[in-house]
Each structure stands twice: as C-alpha cells, then as structure tokens.
C-alpha cells in the first residue's frame, strides 16, 4: 500500500512539475501565458517551438534565462523604485522600442547614475539578445 | 518472514477479493483497447497525428514514421499485446510484452511534455503493473528474492 501510494505521489509531481507546456498548437501555447508575470519568456518559449522548431531542452534553457532576467528585474525595481519607473517611461518590456533608445549614449554616463542603472539596462539588453537565442 | 513468503501471503489474498478480480479483467480490456486502434494505425502506415513538425513529439513521429518497416513492427506488436491481453490463458504474455512498449511512450511523453498522453500514458503503466502484480504467482520464478520451497 505504502509502495503504491509513493510511486503515485511520484507520479503527481512528475506531472505537475512542467510550468510551461508546449502544446500541441501554437495557440493553445500562447493561452497558458496568459496572466503570468513571466509571460514574455513564456510567449518566447511557444514561438521558439513552434515557429523556430527547436529543440524542447534548447526552448526551456532559453526561458529559464528569461525568467531569470525578468526576476532581476523586479528585484531591481523594488530596491530602486524611482529609477525604475524612470526607465519603465523609456522601456515596458516593449524591447524593439527600447532598442532604439539603447542605441543611444547611456543616461548613466550622460547625467552620472550609478552602476545599478547600468545594470538594468544591461538585463534589458541581455532578455533583448537572449530571446533569439533557441 | 522472508520477503518472497510476505509477497506469496499478499498475493493469495489479493486474488481472493472479488473487487480486484473485477478490476484485473477491467485493465486488461482497457490497455487492449488502448493499443488496438493505434497499432492498427501503424499497422496501415498512417502518420500517427496531425501535430506539426515543429513541435517536439512531432519531430519523434515524423522521424519514426519514416524508418519504414520499424514503424510498422511496433503496430504489430501493439496490436499482438492487446489481443494476448484479452484472452485470459495469455494475459500474462500480453501484459509482459505490454510493458516495455507502454513504459517508452511514457517516459516519451513525460520527456517531450507532450500532453496527449502526459496523464494517461502514466495510469496505463500503472495499470500494467498491477496486472503484473496480479501474476505474481507465474513471475515470482525469475526474481531476485524468490526462494525455493524444499
């Protein structure tokens, strides 16, 4: 009984411990990123498989490093609030404007921010490149 | 007690419960009818589903669809399990030649995330196993612990 139960268990948390799924269509891929506070690396993930084809390890790698750029960032938006909301103004996610901004001389240098500043555009640019990448 | 007398006591009660006599005869028909229509699909060399080439189980399907008669020896045996599993006097047959082949597509389909079977492709070999368990009395030769009656 204790056998059973355990491989059962097993099974449940292998089951449920997919975040993201490829589905079988584009569509119903880009359904479940609805609503999720990662649902750009999420959109990106549906695209690579099923635009691009790749390869699923390759898609997930590239989503964890999304996830990761994007969790940077919320993190840096709590320690430095005002600075963020600053170059949200600039940025919201939407990274083919940003593009062009980043194109341009930093702010930092130009008026003397800090590294932090630095480094968020840094992450910005980093999910902007690494989201080609599968 | 030694494991094989433990095992030996639990099986000969297990078999006198009529609910999972009941239920042996269920999963044996269920898993047949399981592989019935999908080895006969082989069996015809049809492509297996409508999914794209691009997703990750549509690379394996495509790629498995054109090894030729390979394709086709996995319908005839799908299908070969199933029938064996539907007459009683080669359940056991059917079911140990079941499991392999269900035991694949379920590490496949956990691998590939592929939701089609992502469920019941582990519930399948669960109910595999149990009819296994269920012949403990024709399998318990070929294991480890098993140990000779004098």
């Not at chain 2, 469920?119 to 403990?136: E, G, R």
């Amino acid at each position: 009984m204790k056998t059973l139960f355990s491989i059962s268990i097993t099974l449940l948390i292998l089951t449920c411990s997919c975040e993201i799924m490829p589905r079988n269509t584009l569509k119903d891929c880009r359904a479940q990123c609805k609503g999720s506070t990662k649902s750009k690396a999420c959109l990106e993930f549906c695209d690579c498989i099923h635009k691009r084809g790749s390869l699923l390890i390759n898609a997930w790698k590239n989503t964890t490093r999304l996830w990761r750029i994007v969790q940077e960032k919320i993190d840096h938006k709590k320690s430095f609030p005002i600075m963020e909301s600053f170059l949200l103004r600039f940025n919201r996610f939407n990274y083919s404007k940003y593009s062009f901004i980043l194109s341009k001389k930093p702010f930092s240098l130009r008026f003397g921010f800090g590294s932090k500043f630095l480094d968020a555009r840094k992450s910005s640019r980093a999910f902007f490149s690494s989201a080609l990448k599968c | 007690m030694s494991i094989s007398s433990t095992l030996d006591r639990l099986h000969f009660k297990a078999k006198q419960n009529k609910f999972l006599q009941y239920f042996a005869v269920f999963n044996r028909l269920a898993l047949a009818a399981g592989f019935l229509p999908s080895g006969f699909v082989k069996i015809m060399d049809e492509r297996f589903t409508s999914l794209s080439v691009n997703h990750p189980m549509g690379h394996y399907l495509e790629a498995l669809h054109r090894t030729g008669y390979y394709y086709t020896f996995i319908g005839i045996l799908q299908v070969t399990a199933a029938i064996l599993l539907v007459i009683p006097r080669t359940a056991t047959l059917g079911a140990l030649i079941y499991f392999p082949i269900i035991l694949n597509i379920c590490i496949l389909s956990l691998a590939l995330r592929f939701e089609g079977s992502f469920v019941s492709s582990p519930l399948m070999v669960l109910a595999n196993l149990y009819l296994l368990c269920w012949d403990y009395d024709k399998l318990k030769y070929i294991l480890p612990f098993y140990k000779q009656k004098t």
